[in-house]
């Protein structure tokens, strides 16, 4: 049994117990809150009595085995390191930290201590996910992705009232790019590496984070459009489009309908029935991380969670896009 604690407490946090409850081996053991009620009342929920209100003291302490971080980005790499240097595991939610540098200090510290560390991101553990790398073949020379991932943040509204919440604060390592740009990007990378070059375009709202933008990833032989935004919604599928067919994907972020349709115009769904919890995957790949002594996993690797944040972090320099973070 691998005992966790939370760092975070808000609804992804529940999201992840929620699935964490259907895999093998887990155990919530402890939760870690800025504010002492709010963690109490979060452990109370979930019958748990360990709550923390110092990130060092959680790292010390040995009722945990592993941690799962769902902080704003900007405090990612300071919790994970204080963590693994005190050979607790990380499962960080996307994305990994605010930019390249930290992450990769991040994973340095996972290696020197020997403790399995990976980024949360959902999508690349999922069935038919996994189901299109399957069937990239099929379609023939590979030449454009296409893939939309925008979605109205009910934080906007507070937002356009006047209220800045987390969502659109700069201080967060926040914004349209690092909350929900990352699951256009991420998987990109995963399909197809590293871009030749990187080009973006941008809307910078008045609190300093991005509403929404569009990043172009160019590759030998084909290219990646990537579109993203919290202050719009989008209903348009995402596409690989190759010399002999394209795959169609209702989203990109959770794919739950995938057809092929081929240039002679027949279509064949190869979508695999799934009705597990979205995160019920990455965490079952964790705990076996953490049971098979590997500190890195095969699917979410160091080096793609490290090339999507350089991606990141050239869209955000084109664009004009800085954090506090970026100064440190």
Not at 107 to 123: D, I
Request: with cysteine; hydrophobic share 40%.
């Amino acid at each position: 049994m691998v005992r966790f604690g939370v760092v975070g407490t808000n609804w992804i946090t529940d999201r992840f117990l929620e699935a964490a409850g259907m895999t093998d081996d887990f155990q919530l053991a402890a939760v870690y809150s800025r504010t002492e009620e709010r963690g109490r009342e979060f452990a109370q929920k979930y019958g748990v009595t360990a709550v923390f209100t110092h990130i060092e003291d959680m790292a010390k302490s040995d009722c945990i085995d592993a941690v799962y971080i769902a902080s704003p980005n900007s405090l990612h790499k300071e919790q994970a390191v204080a963590l693994m240097k005190n050979g607790k595991h990380v499962l960080c939610e996307k994305p990994l930290a605010s930019h390249t540098r930290e992450a990769e200090e991040m994973v340095k510290t996972a290696q020197a201590h020997r403790v399995a560390f990976m980024e949360a991101m959902k999508t690349t553990f999922l069935p038919n996910f996994k189901n299109i790398i399957r069937h990239l073949p099929r379609i023939g020379k590979i030449r454009r992705l296409t893939a939309s991932y925008c979605q109205y943040s009910s934080r906007y509204d507070a937002y356009k009232n006047g209220t800045v919440l987390n969502a659109f604060n700069p201080a967060f390592s926040n914004g349209s790019l690092m909350d929900i740009g990352v699951y256009c990007v991420h998987p990109a990378v995963v399909l197809f590496g590293k871009p030749l070059e990187v080009k973006a375009n941008g809307l910078i709202l008045e609190s300093g984070t991005d509403g929404e933008g569009t990043v172009l990833l160019t590759y030998e032989e084909h290219e990646a459009v990537l579109m993203h935004s919290k202050i719009s919604n989008s209903y348009m599928p995402a596409e690989i489009q190759g010399e002999d067919g394209s795959i169609v994907i209702d989203k990109i972020h959770r794919p739950e309908k995938v057809e092929i349709r081929f240039r002679d115009g027949s279509i064949e769904d190869i979508t695999i029935p799934d009705e597990k919890p979205a995160m019920f995957y990455e965490i079952e790949e964790f705990i076996n991380l953490i049971k098979q002594g590997r500190i890195e996993s095969s699917d979410n690797t160091f080096e793609r969670s490290l090339t999507t944040l350089a991606v990141m972090d050239e869209a955000r320099q084109q664009i004009g896009l800085v954090f506090p973070a970026d100064r440190q």
